[in-house]
């Protein structure tokens, strides 16, 4: 089945202590990206890639890091998490996100930062 | 910088009654237009999409459509559900490059039986 895992799903931490939120796609897509969901924001990107090797900022990249050293995964990592990151977290992939294409997304991580 | 602007925050309808939500964005460059529908609990799932090229595109109940003069698009639906109850975000890109698409906040939808 084509999809998009996200890991963990639920998570509560405390403030400073570094936490990787791991993604992978099965559908051999180029492009990946993570968004954060806040009410009344809609969703905002944080960081993409356009293939292996390949990554930029988005809107909101600042408390994050990603890598992208394998074409299906692309974990999001808070080095030191802060209450601000508290959020419901997406993963997505596309099969050429130069095109305007379907993104196909995870179900979502929700994350608490006490 | 790009923005992209969706209305209604909350919509309440009767089964069976449209529901109309609309955007406007800001990018006149912007050239693809897609419609997300998020279930409890779940990632947003594309549902329809339309490219600068289209004024209108349809799909069963659903329908959008887009003026490029003013800058807006909208989401249509027909003989709604009680299964269309959903959080739909509309969003805006140009395509090639970085891919950069700015989403809508949202509008909530709710179909009562």
């Known amino acids: 089945e084509a999809q998009v895992t996200q890991n963990p799903r639920y998570l509560i931490t405390v403030t400073g202590k570094k936490l990787t939120v791991t993604c992978s796609q099965n559908m051999n897509h180029e492009y990946m990206s993570w968004y954060r969901q806040d009410p009344g924001l809609g969703l905002r990107q944080i960081y993409y890639s356009m293939n292996v090797e390949v990554t930029d900022k988005g809107d909101v990249p600042e408390g994050y890091k990603v890598s992208r050293k394998e074409k299906r995964n692309f974990p999001l990592i808070l080095e030191s998490p802060s209450p601000n990151q508290t959020s419901l977290y997406f993963c997505a992939s596309s099969l050429v996100g130069g095109r305007g294409g379907e993104l196909f997304f995870g179900e979502g991580s929700r994350l608490t930062v006490l | ?113």
């Open chain 2, 1 to 113: 910088g790009e923005n992209v602007e969706q209305h209604p925050s909350t919509l309440s309808v009767q089964e069976g009654d449209s529901a109309v939500i609309k955007c406007t964005y800001s990018d006149s460059a912007s050239n693809y237009f897609p419609w997300y529908k998020q279930e409890l609990g779940k990632g947003p799932q594309l549902i329809i999409d339309i490219r600068s090229n289209v004024g209108e595109k349809k799909d069963q109940r659903i329908a959008v459509t887009l003026n490029k003069t003013a800058k807006h698009f909208s989401l249509h639906i027909t003989e709604t559900q009680p299964e269309d109850s959903a959080v739909y975000f509309c969003a805006a890109s140009r395509r090639g490059g970085s891919y950069k698409l700015i989403f809508g906040s949202g509008t909530r939808l709710l179909v009562r039986p």
